[in-house]
């Protein structure tokens, strides 16, 4: 469940460790099972506001983000206080065209912290032919690179955002997983994924953790989960926790959370592609 000194430094060094076991396969497969099961009432895909903030939806997502087989090795990375800001679906169908340009998620979340981790669950296969995520070495380390909103179609980013220069995908490291494993990187650190020409679908939830001192510095008002020590700091609204999947008593707090953080994500955007 903790991470090894080496995998410490190599978080500091190269900015992402994996794999890191988490669920047991029954726990994940119910995991799956109680998505697709929102899926199929929804038409078969997730709207896109339920695409964020989806702890707030789902109860053992909520769970996941608590649970210290997720939190031990945030915990050894960025101390004791954390908030969870964000939970996000990533999910691509088998065959789909689907993929993510290569970015770096501080230059538009309005995250004032260098320290925040985004720990990414597996719920299906998600190994290189099924698109998984890669991350280029150290580039947690340098400036910010230039991106380019780019809006293509295929791409899940919400602008298309792109890096223009300074990355060369013969460096670019794979990060396969297995159902019930994560990959953890800082977000500061460039990375990417390609379509998925498996025969499964490739379903992945991020969990974005970050220190308690960290404040929002380009929305008026922001949510967090408050899952591990204390906060003194109070710059996020602490989210209100499901008793059940699709929570009737919270529903109308997930909307304005994943609300603000569309606006966020869409600051100073030429178009609102809706993806989030
Ligand atoms: O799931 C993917 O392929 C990309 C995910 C991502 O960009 C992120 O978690 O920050």
Known sequence: MSLTNDQIRQYEQEGYVFPVDVLTASEVAACRDSLEAAEAKNGGKLPPAYRAKSHLLFKWLDDVIRDERVLSPIKQLIGPNILCWNTIFWIKDAGSESFVSWHQDNTYWGLSSDKVITAWLALSPAQTENGCMRVMPGTHRGESLTHEDRYHTDNMLTRGQEITRGVDDAHAVHMPLMPGQMSIHNYRLAHASGPNSGVDRRIGVSMHFMPADTEQIVGDWDSAALVSGEDKFQAF??????????????MAFQ?????AVSQILYNGATANTAKL
Do not use: G, N, W, Y
């Not at 909307?255 to 609300?259: E, F, G, L, R």
């Open 255 to 259: 909307v304005k959370a994943s609300d």
């Open 237 to 250: 609204e602490h989210t209100p926790r499901p008793t059940r999947d699709f929570d009737p008593a919270i």
